[in-house]
């Protein structure tokens, strides 16, 4: 237990080389994240339908917390778009934009996806993310970019839109652009533009200017905080408020306190399964993240501390006014780019973030919403991977399918659903890939100890002896396709006296799969045949051992194919056949078919 | 299409063959299943809450539209304890015992799960009833003949028991059981008993007294219809419908007239789930009973062609004022040794119902409900399976708690939640035994081309050249696992150059099993290091080759491990290790440990 504690809290690790020059390098890092941060802090909570200071109550205690107990030294943790948007489509369902529920109700989901990830954690649960496929992550996150964009452009408008699928967004946006607001319009299109533009070129531009490489390279993801700075004055001077531009508004100046968030206990059993998505997508993103940029020093991240550390943090999030975190994957990167040496990094960020809320608020009443509107459409262009459908379907079918299962349920009818599509959908064409394994008739390849495909090969076979190679493991999903396979083998071959199963790529057999050979074995008795295994692996066979089926088993359990090819066939009988009818291959008989 | 058709028209296929000794045969097998279906029909329409002619209506037309497209010559369709009770639960939800509407819903319940099977047999989904494993079933039909045996103890004594899981019925007994009706108690618990002798006994007595083997099994399973007469004839006489006992009561005369079914769309929506699973649940039990059968003829039964004989059979019972069917255990068996030779005994069994349902309602009316219920109580103890329990778990611990979980959970909640609790366990609990593959380092075996487990033999290593081969095909499941265990292995080893995958075992890769190996390709290299892969397998090779992936490696593709080693290694610098520390196996040193 005290071994696991020490697991848990990785700091005791890094804390003892601590430094004045790793010091430096924690600093300078989280003086650039913190710019990044403090914008993007206020559009997500922007975009989860919530007041601007929440994002910023999200970047501190649970970065100080996760800095204490994460394993990762780079993971920059706060307010992320998708779950942001998450976070939006759960909590309309329970309450109106703007009222005290609805803010109640996302600390509580904090909270709740926190005590989640903490659980999953202290019973090693890690494994469960696992049931997010690759294809099922990329088409969610790929719509939600999508959803994200959609939602706002009616900030960019200067109109409410609104809705949690692109259809209710579009029939809003249609509905509502008559009224756009051409101040706004102009803000939301200038800021696009110009981030647009620093993306694609500042750096380069900086480059050419004899800037560092990467300092031009921070210089541009920090590009935001200069439309921030430049709109926000714009807005203040020209006194756009009163022209109809949407400003963030009065924000509270000063820390969060510390609060439990409602104990009501609908608002939390309505939660829970938004807060179990939350804490799985925001899970395996921050893993990722962490995983990608620990690997380049040679590190290592413990999943099940960083369920344990991203639990906490959300609960953090939760009892300090913050809506769920987790580890965001641009920020991330300029963390790690900035020379971030230790999770302290993290802690020197809210302590930027905490800085900033105390003195800029003021200012921030000034800045409009058009311009955060502008930062998160920039932000999420990357999330959009439209060709990797093509390229999954290229790989393969059954994925290709549940990716763009996920995609178009994700638009259609809103984040959980289209992810609990996409699970379902993969694990279906999983079990459905593996319930009809390869199975081939083998036969002896002539004068060698190698059974190959009749379909494939010229090979020996002999009218009294059938041996099937099974290339899965066999488990519920596949047993039954077994029993039929093999009867309907032995019903074509009225001859039969002896039944093998080749049983080298069985990894496993499970137990509904022994209950289909038991069967096999008592439906081929009652026929008069034998059934017999060879090459059963060890782990397997050890297993078999322990129950009844191979002292009723008919025949017996051979080492080899051969061993078992020896045995029951007198060589006199044996006969080659010419290859079986399959496209592609050629049935005219070689040198050895007549013999 | 035609093919198609003529594959499920399976009746021209033995229709050309019949003459009067097969008709023969399957007259005296319909005789005998007819005196056998008589009182179950009516018990388990008692079951299911429904009139007793619901029972004798589902074995008219169902039996006939079976024997037109069924593919088993000796599967005996009609009604059954389990969908009888899985009807009762899904009815009780949405009427009450008695009135028109639960009637109603009754018959829409089996056209929907005709529908239902109709449609899988269309699209070929048979697959799905893979979904319900072994355990699954078995725990699910343990705790269903729990469920219906306690279901019946109330019309032993004479009280209405009522409930849809142990506890509402206990708790309804407990109530009640002061109000016995000791005559009803007495009928009852002497056909128990006497039924429980006739099954223990009456074959082995009827043998001695020179009857031979096979009448006198066929003789002690119609011993249900004895009792019926028996305590028919005594209500009569003693006119113990005065004194209490529940009768019968009028059964209408005649046959069943056809109508649709009732339209309202609301009931349909209701029963779709029930449907689903009444169908899954029907078609598994009753294609095991088929195929057990028809292998010991060696002949073959169609699981596609089967779910569209058994879906029309579904519907033809809903149009005809009839109860979900399936294919019966015991009543199949019996049909089977009674020497049924063709589906068309199934037919002469409807016309022997359609007889009984003619002549002998008026006497019917007298049968007390009571013996109905100690039927069911007999019929139903073959069902109950509780050392299964135990046998599974010592196979195999995952699927012992898949079984116990169902068991509990359909004893518990009912049997909706029971099974879909156990699906849902069983594919969770394959998926987490999948996630965490068997992975081995692996190294040489001096002197030869053979690898092995590093912990388990004395094998050559390099420092510079780590092998580690995966026991079980890379996806989803298991694609963060690989990613986890290779940066493991490569963050404890500073001087490691190569890492190469031997993938012998890898019987298919994964859109994010590729993906995986992308990451841990880019991960690698970021760490300096090479991937390789060794051994892998003809078809993954092929798919792997349409991607990028082979371009990006940072290392080869050796056809063997043997290749890697040699290309990776120079053989000055490989060193003998001893085994690592694993208990069980020795770490001595041996003769080459000092090489």
């Excluded at 993103?285 to 020093?297: I, W």
């Excluded at 999420?380 to 379907?393: G, K, M, N």
Aim: hydrophobic share 50%; with cysteine.
């Amino acid at each position: 237990m005290l071994q696991r504690l020490a697991r848990s809290l990785p700091l005791l690790g890094w804390l003892k080389d601590y430094n004045g020059s790793v010091f430096a390098s924690d600093a300078l890092a989280a003086v650039i994240v913190t710019l990044m941060l403090v914008p993007q802090a206020l559009a997500y909570a922007l975009l989860a339908g919530l007041p601007p200071e929440v994002g910023l109550y999200a970047s501190m205690l649970p970065l100080v917390v996760y800095a204490l107990l994460g394993t990762s030294a780079t993971l920059a943790v706060g307010p992320v778009a998708v779950a942001s948007l998450m976070t939006a489509s759960a909590l309309g369902g329970i309450a109106t934009v703007g009222t005290p529920e609805y803010l109640g109700a996302a600390l509580v989901l904090a909270t709740l996806s926190g005590l989640v990830l903490f659980a999953m954690g202290l019973l090693r649960l890690g494994f469960l993310a696992n049931f997010l496929s690759h294809p099922v992550i990329s088409g969610f996150v790929t719509a939600s970019g999508l959803l994200i964009a959609a939602s706002q452009l009616g900030q960019m408008l200067g109109v409410s839109g609104g809705g949690h699928n692109l259809l209710e967004m579009g029939h809003n946006l249609w509905r509502q652009w008559p009224h756009t607001n051409l101040a706004t319009l102009a803000i939301g299109a200038g800021v696009l533009l110009y981030l647009y533009l620093c993306r694609r070129s500042l750096k380069a531009t900086l480059v050419r200017l004899g800037v560092p490489a990467r300092g031009a390279d921070l210089a541009a993801k920090a590009a935001p905080v200069s439309a921030v700075i430049v709109t926000t004055a714009l807005a203040f001077v020209l006194d756009l408020g009163s022209a109809g531009v949407k400003l963030v508004g009065e924000v509270p100046g000063g820390l969060p306190s510390l609060a439990l968030p409602s104990l009501d206990a609908d608002t939390w059993s309505a939660l829970v399964p938004a807060a179990v998505l939350i804490s799985l997508v925001g899970f395996v993103e921050s893993v990722s993240v962490a995983q990608t940029l620990a690997a380049k020093r040679r590190q290592r991240i413990d999943p099940n501390a960083e369920l344990i550390a991203l639990g906490l943090a959300n609960v953090g999030a939760g009892v300090s006014g913050g809506s769920p975190v987790s580890g965001g994957f641009s920020r991330s990167v300029v963390n790690f780019e900035a020379g971030a040496a230790t999770p302290l990094a993290g802690a020197f960020t809210a302590l930027g973030i905490a800085l900033a809320t105390l003195t800029l608020t003021d200012l921030l009443a000034f800045l409009p919403k058009a311009t955060l509107a502008a930062t998160i459409m920039i932000a999420v262009s990357t999330l959009i991977d439209l060709p990797a459908i093509r390229r999954t379907f290229a790989y393969s079918r059954t994925d290709g399918v549940a990716m763009l299962a996920t995609l178009v349920l994700t638009l259609a009818h809103g984040v959980e659903s289209g992810i609990l599509a996409g699970v379902g959908l993969s694990i279906g064409l999983y079990l459905y890939r593996t319930s009809r394994p390869h199975c081939a008739v083998i036969g002896r390849m002539p004068g060698s100890e190698h059974f190959r495909n009749v379909e494939r090969h010229q090979v020996e076979t002999d009218e009294r002896v059938l041996i099937l190679r099974v290339d899965e493991s066999l488990y519920f999903a596949n047993a039954r396709y077994l029993e039929e396979t093999v009867m309907a083998l032995v019903a074509e071959r009225p001859n039969l006296k002896h039944l093998v199963l080749a049983c080298q790529a069985v990894n496993d057999i499970d137990a509904s799969a022994l209950e289909s050979l038991e069967a096999i074995n008592r439906r081929l008795e009652d026929a008069g045949l034998n059934l017999h295994l060879a090459e059963v692996k060890g782990p397997v066979m050890d297993r078999l051992k322990r129950t009844p089926f191979c002292e009723e088993l008919t025949g017996q359990v051979h080492l080899s194919t051969f061993e078992a090819w020896q045995r029951l066939t007198s060589p006199a009988l044996a006969v080659v056949s010419p290859p079986q009818s399959v496209a592609g291959y050629s049935s005219t008989t070689g040198g050895l078919s007549g013999r």
